[in-house]
């Protein structure tokens, strides 16, 4: 088992390096076929070693380490440092099971529909390199054994993302979002890092089982408490407040969340990868590892709800005007990510896995059926331009269904009929509610109103996409455009860069032929084809998986609390209290999702079937909410004044003032001007007359005699 689990970390890193080294030797195809091949070998292995633990008496090989059965895989030796001998080693027990299996069926999917996507871009070895470099980084995440381990494929995460983002660097808007995502992660690593030094610092171990066991030995000795500016602080508070500061970072949470819409600028199968299943998904992973130390702190907890239930919410608030159609899915994320940390807020951490399980196959279906949509229309991403799209394309039609039934959970609750939303999301909000308190209701009253945005933003893609009459350039005098968009395209474009063609930089001139906006041969919607297979069967696959992953595994994930204990084994903490009570919890409270569903499936059909003049009414009845959506709450605008401009301001009085008027103007100026008095005085000395020399030299000999004669005591 142990061969296993290293091929499947690092099959994807022999892939990266195969196709970013030899790419240009070995072409464009080799390397395609070369990483998703290793890809999905990997992708099998790990259903491999996951369904023992899903379906068996649990992983071969693993030992009980007094928290979890795990298999550790030891690599080699890392770092040694006095008593601290750091091996690298692969860590692998139920959690990081389920995580091999997201991480890795997702990316070897959106590796084999990249093949189909990117196709005609000259570049595309090193996009295949980039995707596996992304894979192996989150695979070294999801594997590690210690802090230090974890920093680094954080780290890798980080880097590959920036790269991915910024794959089509010729593009301003690509480069500004690639190195937008880049800085603010910087600020939530920031507190990661020093999360981590807390934690050694207090626990004394780099290692997790150490740590862990440190930190159970808390509850007979007492909390320790650090001492800052005067103040006796809860030293696990402040610990795990630092490290749900990365996670905030990397999951996109309120506050540092403004990277991720920005994001959509990168290639449609990075969205899917970055989106669904890998980097947004390593802060909810984090936080369920270290849920030991989480545990005791309850104001950390505290925190963790609060701020999930805002995102969940603000999220799904700006998500209902937007019109691109991967932003539209891109905010859906950041709102779904706000679920899973109130669960784990609440202590359900297996109901926060649960929905990251889950949400990695419908919203990797959503992304890449978004990318067959763009596809069809020719590289198109403003759904304005879009409609009646489900005769043209409807294959793809009945994937982005499937994926939109599984993300506004669609089901029948207390039976096993519906789709994997229904059960990951209805368990979050059960939870939310049987959590009580004022932190519990307000949790569970803003992930109700998410779910009914949710719910109508879904829906409201599906009917302005594929339903109506087209309204792209050659149809406008025909269509019936949303006026609410209208009203936002005359008076302000918040999203001018994300509706740039999706493949401007590098295949611009492979589609001038049939760019609709300049008419050839006709509109994009005459245009419009259904998606090659290999573009389509990963959208097959991933709508098995949200159609059957909640049903198939919601017994392991929330049903019974000793279910839960066997399939996880101690790699998470079980609270058998808040699943009992999640499960005890009023009808009303299991039905208020499916209602809310139901109330955002009538209006969006209401306003955009029915009564399309519907929207724009509302837009100019209400202005001031309506651009304040728009505009994302105006984070972006408060940044911009609060950090950005400041720090240009700073950056060019720093220049201008040390670089330009000190180092250039005073030092390396003035010393020049120096060397250059200096050599004009000595340079006279040069005459060019024998009789100068002549008695320069006779100079010289008349003063080292007189010394030599002094020296010698003659005199």
Not at 134 to 143: D, H, I, P, S
Not at 397 to 410: F, K, N, Q, R, W
Not at 504 to 532: F, Q, V
Request: one cysteine or more.
């Amino acid at each position: 088992m142990g061969l296993t689990v290293q091929a499947i970390v690092f099959l994807p890193l022999i892939g990266a390096l195969v196709a970013g080294l030899l790419g240009r030797s070995i072409g464009h195809r080799p390397s395609e076929f070369i990483t998703s091949g290793l890809l999905i070998i990997a992708a099998v292995l790990s259903w491999i070693v996951f369904i023992p633990m899903a379906f068996g008496d649990g992983l071969v090989g693993a030992v009980g380490d007094g928290h979890a059965a795990v298999l550790k895989v030891e690599v080699m030796r890392w770092i040694q440092v006095g008593d601290m001998d750091l091996r690298w080693t692969l860590r692998v027990d139920t959690l990081t099971a389920i995580m091999l299996v997201v991480v890795n069926t997702v990316s070897a999917l959106v590796h084999v529909y990249s093949i189909g996507y990117m196709h005609e871009d000259p570049h595309r070895s090193r996009f295949f390199a980039y995707l596996s470099l992304f894979t192996f980084a989150m695979l070294m995440l999801v594997t590690a054994d210690n802090f230090l381990q974890m920093f680094f494929g954080w780290e890798g995460v980080g880097l590959a993302s920036y790269l991915l983002i910024g794959f089509w660097y010729t593009r301003p808007s690509a480069t500004a979002a690639a190195m937008k995502a880049f800085i603010v992660n910087r600020v939530g690593d920031f507190g990661f890092a020093l999360g981590i030094f807390g934690a050694f610092m207090v626990l004394g171990h780099i290692d997790f089982d150490g740590a862990f066991q440190a930190a159970d030995e808390f509850a007979t000795t007492g909390l320790p408490v650090i001492r800052f500016l005067n103040w006796n602080l809860d030293a696990m508070t402040v610990i795990c407040l630092l490290l749900f500061m990365g996670a905030m970072g990397k999951s996109a949470q309120f506050l540092l969340h403004t990277w991720l819409p920005d994001a959509m600028e990168g290639p449609t199968p990075v969205s899917a990868l970055i989106h669904a299943a890998t980097m947004v998904t390593a802060g909810v992973f984090m936080v369920a590892r270290l849920s030991p130390l989480f545990e005791l702190s309850q104001f950390a907890l505290t925190v963790v709800i609060v701020i999930g239930a805002i995102t969940a919410f603000f999220a799904a608030t700006v998500g209902l005007v937007q019109n691109d159609i991967k932003r539209v899915i891109a905010y859906s994320t950041c709102s779904q990510l706000g679920y899973m940390f109130v669960a784990l807020g609440t202590g359900a951490y297996s109901a926060g896995v649960f929905h990251l399980f889950t949400h990695a196959f419908f919203k990797a279906l959503l992304f890449l059926g978004a990318g067959s949509v763009i596809h069809a229309m020719h590289h198109e991403q403003d759904m304005r331009n879009m409609g009646g799209l489900r005769k043209k394309i409807p294959i793809t039609y009945a994937m982005m269904m499937i994926g939109t039934l599984a993300l506004t959970g669609v089901g029948i609750p207390g039976t096993s009929l519906g789709f994997a939303g229904f059960f990951s999301k209805d368990s979050i909000i059960e939870s939310a509610y049987a959590y009580g308190g004022n932190v519990g209701s307000l949790a569970f009253w803003l992930l109700v109103i998410a779910a009914l945005f949710t719910s109508f933003y879904s829906w409201r893609l599906v009917h302005l996409t594929f339903h109506g009459s087209p309204r792209d350039a050659q149809h406008a005098h025909t269509a019936h455009p949303d006026p609410a968009h209208a009203d936002a395209e005359t008076h302000h474009e918040p999203i001018d860069d994300s509706n740039a063609d999706d493949h401007h930089a590098h295949t611009h001139a492979a589609h001038a032929h049939d760019d609709h906006r300049h008419g050839h041969h006709g509109s994009a919607y005459d245009n419009a084809h259904e998606s090659p297979n290999v573009m389509l069967v990963p959208l097959y696959v991933l709508a098995a998986g949200a159609v059957l992953a909640g049903v198939v595994f919601y017994g392991m994930f929330f049903h019974e609390v000793e279910h839960i204990e066997h399939f996880f084994a101690g790699s998470i903490v079980v609270d058998h209290e808040i699943i009992e009570a999640a499960h005890h919890v009023p009808l009303w409270v299991k039905w208020s999702a499916t209602i809310s569903m139901i109330i955002g499936f009538v209006a969006a059909w209401y306003m955009y079937i029915r009564r399309p003049d519907v929207p724009g009414k509302l837009a100019a009845t209400n202005p001031g909410l309506y651009q304040f959506l728009l505009n994302k709450w105006y984070f972006d605008e408060l940044y911009n004044t609060i950090f950005v401009r400041p720090a240009l301001w700073i950056g060019r009085a720093i220049w201008h003032g040390f670089d330009d008027w000190l180092v250039d103007g005073k030092i390396a100026e003035g010393l020049g001007r120096r060397v250059q008095n200096v050599t004009s005085w000595v340079v006279r000395l040069q005459s060019g007359y024998l009789y100068h020399y002549a008695f320069a030299m006779l100079i010289g000999i008349a003063a080292l005699l007189t010394w030599a004669i002094t020296a010698g005591g003659l005199i």
